[in-house]
């Protein structure tokens, strides 16, 4: 997973104090990066550098001149550092849903807008908020992930978090990333990630036809194969519940039902990774207990794709027009831009 996570100090600034200390967390958690952070060109000249992060950077910084070159991604200092973190994850999002609601709840910041997580550079604090809101009655999720946008405002770096993963899943990542300085939309992270993860895929699939091996390509189309499977469980399970809650059951009947409907999901999901042959990439997904929230999780970043799957082949798979397209949508009035979505969905 990925997420946009906007710590600029105007918002401590610009917000009441009710919100104090989860934007002081924030602007602690950025500083810390930029702490770590050592300019690539600085880190390549020294001698002492392990060979094989040498040659994760100047395989990441080939990425990065790419995204720029064919892709038509912006030409700017992000990716152009490193930072050791010293963990495995950059920040930790809480997702949370009520209990018989398959939507996410958002969470709202100045400049940033509306979004359907809060994220957290201590995976203690994220746990903590997920127990308070899980005594509440609500359902919680909380996933670390490994890169987070700052849309432009800062230059992002490369993190240990991600620098380690085979090439095509750190293509994919940059670019998701960096479509994020692209396009960005207050208040709609479905629009947000739908996107960027359309250009990530485009992205993706460019790069290991000019770049890839024949082992890179098969490796990458049967991790496709998968994210596709898995989100086609989500969606099913999500559909029923959405049905269920909608309907006129009491509210036991209703719990019993959605309990059935996640121990399907996990039976399904069971069956499957016997049929991938025991790959286990979602295991940590299914470690915690299931809610709406897990399913809130993997909706954001698919809920759209095909519309802007549709939009670039009406571009005819050129991204500068298909990036116009989107700026566009972009400017619409949210009721007509979900119009619009819905339309291109359905052709």
């Known amino acids: 997973m990925k997420s946009i996570l906007i710590a600029g100090l105007a918002a401590l600034l610009l917000t009441g104090c009710g919100n104090l200390g989860y934007y002081l967390q924030s602007v602690q958690g950025q500083f810390g990066i930029w702490q770590r952070e050592v300019p690539v060109e600085r880190l390549l000249e020294d001698s002492a550098l392990d060979p094989a992060l040498k040659a994760q950077i100047e395989r990441a910084l080939r990425i990065r001149d790419y995204a720029t070159r064919e892709l038509g ?18 920040v930790w999002n809480v997702f949370v849903a009520d209990e018989f609601s398959v939507e996410p709840k958002q969470w709202c910041f100045p400049f940033a807008g509306c979004v359907n997580y809060k994220g957290y550079f201590s995976e ?13 009655g609500h359902d ?3 996933g670390g992930v490994p890169a987070y946008s700052t849309i432009g405002w800062f230059a992002d770096p490369l993190l240990n978090t991600f620098i380690r993963y085979p090439e095509p899943e750190l293509a994919r990542l940059l670019f998701h990333e960096l479509a994020h300085q692209v396009v960005y ?9 739908s996107f960027a993860t359309v250009v990530e895929q485009a992205g993706v699939a460019r790069w290991l036809a000019d770049h890839g091996s024949t ?20 969606v099913e399970a999500r559909s029923a519940l959405a049905k269920i809650y909608a309907g006129e059951a009491g509210v036991e009947e209703k719990r019993r039902r959605k309990a059935e409907i996640f121990a399907g999901l996990r039976r399904a ?13 979602y295991d940590r997904w299914f470690a915690q207990p299931l ?21 670039l082949a009406q571009q005819g798979g050129d991204l500068s027009r298909f990036y116009a397209a989107v700026r566009e949508l972009a400017a619409l009035p949210a ?13």
Not at 269 to 281: N, P, S, T, V
Not at 297 to 308: E, L, R
Not at 335 to 347: D, I, S
């Open 269 to 281: 999901y069971e069956a499957q990774r016997l049929e991938w042959g025991g790959f286990a990439g």
């Open 140 to 142: 919680v999720y909380v």
């Open 215 to 234: 082992t890179d390509r098969e490796r990458f189309a049967q991790l496709q194969r998968f994210r596709t499977d898995f989100r086609r469980l989500v």
């Open 291 to 311: 809610g709406n929230a897990h399913l809130a999780s993997v909706a954001i970043y698919t809920q759209q794709v095909p519309a802007f799957e549709a939009l």
């Open 335 to 347: 009721g007509e831009r979900k119009a619009r979505l819905a339309a291109l969905a359905a052709r």
């Open 185 to 193: 939309v207050k208040d709609d992270t479905v629009f947000n990630e």
């Open 73 to 90: 991604l912006p030409d700017n200092r992000s990716y152009r550092s490193y930072a050791d973190l010293a963990r495995p994850f950059v």
């Open 124 to 136: 203690a604090e994220a746990r903590g908020l997920a127990q308070q809101l899980a005594a509440e």
